[in-house]
């Protein structure tokens, strides 16, 4: 199958189209052919290590184990494990292939129970791929809030991306979010989900901080 491959760490040139060896899947395992994958945040931030040392210490110290990123996949369930209970062949499927990447090819191999669920048949496969990675990141912030003490959330970040939309579809709890932006992105694509948007200065503190001197959680 052909995937996309690196040996080294550094810029995008260190990456080559290859043929490589098809997997095959264990026991517990769904073959999947890959119609849709994204290049994220995550594929360039293991590429070439942001954090050095931290990320490294994960990926390998001098060079990558795994040769092959990708974490956000969409495609067909092409072969199963002989212990897989929940999939079929045929079955149209989108998820996260964490922490063992791998989905920028043909194909991957992914546990039947992990973080692989069936595509709704409205999506296209590049849309399904694209939701997951952001989706995770919210929810892990998101988690961590408690809503019955905070009515307020503060996001911070200057683009609008998957993350922050994700982390608009929050409880109904959630009085007001402000964005914490030099420019405020796609603001229509925000006001019918009928949330109190406050964009204010980097520079300054935000009015509801300011003038309230209560604590908001914050997404960053």
């Known amino acids: 199958m052909k995937a996309s491959i690196y040996t080294k760490y550094g810029p995008p040139e260190v990456l080559q189209l290859k043929d490589v060896e098809k997997p095959a899947p264990k026991d517990n395992e769904v073959l999947i052919k890959i119609h849709a994958t994204t290049v994220n945040r995550t594929d360039c931030g293991f590429r070439k290590p942001e954090y050095g040392f931290i990320v490294r210490l994960f990926s390998g110290l001098l060079r990558p184990k795994k040769n092959i990123l990708g974490s956000e996949f969409a495609g067909e369930i092409e072969a ?24 920028h090819a043909e194909y991957v191999c992914i546990p039947e129970k992990g973080s692989i669920t069936i595509k709704p048949t409205p999506m296209s496969y590049e849309e399904a791929a694209a939701v997951c990675d952001g989706l995770m990141l919210a929810m892990t912030y998101i988690r961590k809030i408690n809503f019955q003490k905070s009515k307020n959330i503060l996001i ?6 998957a993350v922050k939309k994700q982390s608009f ?15 405020l992105s796609r603001p229509e694509s925000i006001r019918p989900l009928s949330i109190d948007i406050t964009p204010w200065n980097r520079l ?15 997404l960053s």
Do not use: A
């Open 80 to 103: 199963i494990g002989k212990d897989v209970k929940t999939f079929q062949r045929g079955d149209p499927v989108f998820g996260l292939s964490t922490g063992h990447f791998g989905t």
């Open 156 to 161: 911070n970040g200057h683009r609008f991306s």
């Open 169 to 183: 579809r929050s409880p109904k709890t959630v009085k007001k979010i402000s964005y914490f932006s030099k420019k």
């Open 204 to 218: 300054s503190r935000p009015p509801s901080m300011s003038k309230q001197g209560k604590r908001q959680e914050v």
